[in-house]
């Protein structure tokens, strides 16, 4: 048996395309990359993380954007 670390891999959806954007620092939660990121793209700060999904030897989290939806 083999043990392995995962790259974390950040996916978010801008106008229709999915942006990948990289783990900026191994040692920040996954709120942290969100807080980082949110400079850059703003709709992040209400986002909502899902994840991770085990794909391609990735932990892919997906932000999601709470923006235009109720409930």
């Known amino acids: 048996m083999k043990a392995m670390i995962l790259k974390r891999v950040f ?12 783990d900026p620092n191994e040692g920040f939660t996954v709120a942290d990359v969100q807080n ?5 793209y703003p ?3 209400n ?9 391609d030897d990735e ?5 999601e954007s709470t923006i235009g939806t109720k409930g």
């Open 36 to 40: 980082f990121y949110a400079g850059t």
């Open 43 to 45: 709709v992040l700060t």
């Open 47 to 55: 986002a909502k993380v899902t994840g991770p999904e085990i794909r």
């Open 11 to 22: 996916l978010h959806k801008e106008n229709g395309r999915e942006i990948r954007l990289n």
């Open 59 to 63: 932990a892919q989290y997906r932000f």
